[in-house]
Structures are given as structure tokens and as C-alpha cells.
């Protein structure tokens, strides 16, 4: 089945710099990439996603790219703020049950001031 | 606004107690998810349905069974509460069945099982 790894498991920027998270899947047939974003105590929502015949996203500071080709897809975030600071969980879509999304393991982004 | 619903923000049981955790979606839609989440293993699906009286079973569903009666309403059940379910359980639900889409959150419930 699905795998999917996500690194760092930490990660503290300065306000205004750069954070990129990345995330490598294993099935092939995956076609959906989604991006969540969890703040302390709160829910996780959804942030930006991908499908597969797309090779970059953006969303204001936000941009996903995927490389179909070696697995593997990231999470950017420019300019960065301190309400950027949350768990950020990467998803891949299982090629073989429609519906189904396998998550990263989660990084904590802290962005000080 | 999609609107998931779960019962309770925090539950403490005891071993070996029946436990319920009940999940309510607002938008019918026709999937929805039960997972746990802890700390540096991320979100782990448990079970998921497509359809009332469908389930099936996510990577970790020992331990845990389900109910989906009514399309709106995805209960997760602990037959016999253990140590080691405790955590926190995030429910979830998606607009089609069978389709990858965004997945739409309930605000968890913490369980500690004593």
C-alpha cells in the first residue's frame, strides 16, 4: 500500500524567511496531494492540494510542486509570519482505494518573531 | 460552511469499557473517515465509509469497529477500551464517494483510557 514520509518533524524559520517541507509517496497511481495545516488545539484544514497532471500550485505565499517522476512533493511557504507557526500534515491519495489519503508523520513549523 | 460535528472534546474511560465517539457531517456528503492522530505518527485512518451501512477497514482498525446508520452521523466504537487507545480521534468526511477530495475535519476528541 501507500507510503508516505514527511521531513523535517521540526522546523523554526525567522519571520520572513522561507520554510519548505517536503514529502516523498511510493504508489505510482497516486493522484491527489493535499496540503493540511494544524493549529494548537484546533482542527486540521486543508491549505492547498495538487492533483497529478499538475506540476506547480500557488496560493498567494503558498506553493506545492510535485515530481511525479522521483515520488516526491513540497510544501513552500514564503514570507513567512508567525500565524504560519502549526503542524503541517502532507497527504497522498491510495491508488487502489478511491477516497482514501495517507498522511505524513506531521512537521511542526515554528516561525519566530 | 461544511460543518463536522463530534460528541465530545474530551472523554476519560476505564479499561475494558464500551466506548462511543459519534461524528455528525451537515453537507451530505458521502464519505467520511474516523482517524487517530499521535504525536510523530501523524493521522491514521482507522475505518471509513462510503455509503450508509458500508464500511471499510483504514490501516490500524484493530481494536475498533463502526456504524453508519444514516448517511449524516459515523460512529466509532471501542468494545473494550485499552491503554493503548488512548489518543486523540479526528473525524472526517469528503463530498463523493469513492473520490479523492478535500477532507473536511471534525475538531477531534481526546481520549484517555485509565
Known amino acids: ?113 | 460552511d461544511v460543518k463536522v460535528t463530534q460528541s465530545s472534546r474530551y472523554l476519560v474511560k476505564r479499561t475494558g469499557e464500551k466506548v462511543f465517539l459519534e461524528c455528525v457531517q451537515d453537507m451530505d456528503h458521502e464519505n467520511m473517515f474516523w482517524y487517530r492522530q499521535d504525536p510523530g505518527l501523524g493521522l491514521r485512518l482507522i475505518y471509513f465509509s462510503y455509503d450508509v451501512k458500508m464500511k471499510e477497514k483504514g490501516d490500524i482498525p484493530e481494536g475498533y469497529s463502526v456504524s453508519r446508520e444514516k448517511k449524516e452521523r459515523f460512529s466509532l466504537i471501542l468494545e473494550s477500551a485499552s491503554t493503548n487507545q488512548t489518543s486523540m480521534y479526528l473525524c472526517a468526511s469528503g463530498r463523493l464517494a469513492g473520490s479523492t477530495d478535500t477532507q473536511y475535519f471534525g475538531p477531534g476528541t481526546r481520549l484517555t483510557v485509565l
Open chain 1, 1 to 113: 500500500g501507500e507510503n508516505v514520509e514527511q521531513h523535517p518533524s521540526t522546523l523554526s524559520v525567522q519571520e520572513g524567511d522561507s520554510a519548505v517541507i517536503k514529502c516523498t509517496y511510493s504508489d505510482s497511481a497516486s493522484n491527489y496531494f493535499p496540503w493540511y495545516k494544524q493549529e494548537l488545539g484546533k482542527r486540521p484544514q486543508l491549505i492547498i492540494d495538487i492533483r497529478s497532471n499538475v506540476g506547480e500550485k500557488k496560493d498567494q505565499r503558498i506553493a506545492v510542486t510535485l515530481n511525479k517522476t522521483a515520488k516526491h512533493f513540497s510544501l513552500h511557504i514564503t514570507e513567512t509570519q508567525p500565524e504560519d507557526s502549526a503542524v503541517y500534515f502532507c497527504a497522498a491519495s491510495d491508488g487502489n482505494q478511491g477516497g482514501k489519503l495517507i498522511f505524513g508523520q506531521g512537521t511542526e513549523l515554528s516561525v519566530k518573531p
